[in-house]
């Protein structure tokens, strides 16, 4: 009986945590860089997502989108809310879609210059 209860509510929570996550919608880079700019996101973390030394920190690679959006509803430190009135989860899927096509900086270590 007891272990019946326990597979029961472990299933619930399973199902529950499943039922509550938000499923990444499809983005498109360049309505995310357009929202990235018009939004004003370029601001604080730099035309690439790259981070300023005063203001943002990088956030290019983009964080997971599940964090990523959390991040935005709830954020942490100075950075203002982004309530899905301003940037529905859409956006937020092309702003992410956005980092994630920006092209990686080249490693130093292989730059002959730099050795």
Known sequence: MMRTRSIVLGVAVVLATAAGAAAQP???????????MKLGCYTCHGV??????????RINPP???EAMLQQLRTPR????PYVATVA??????DIHAYLQSVPKPVDPNVIKAMQ
Do not use: Y
């Not at 983005?27 to 990235?36: L, Y």
């Not at 529905?88 to 899927?93: G, R």
């Open 26 to 36: 499809a983005g498109d880079a360049k309505s995310g860089q357009t929202a990235f």
């Open 48 to 57: 690439w997502g790259q981070g300023t030394w005063r203001d943002g920190p």
């Open 63 to 65: 964080m997971p989108f």
């Open 77 to 80: 430190l100075e950075m203002p």
């Open 88 to 93: 529905p989860d859409k956006t937020v899927a």
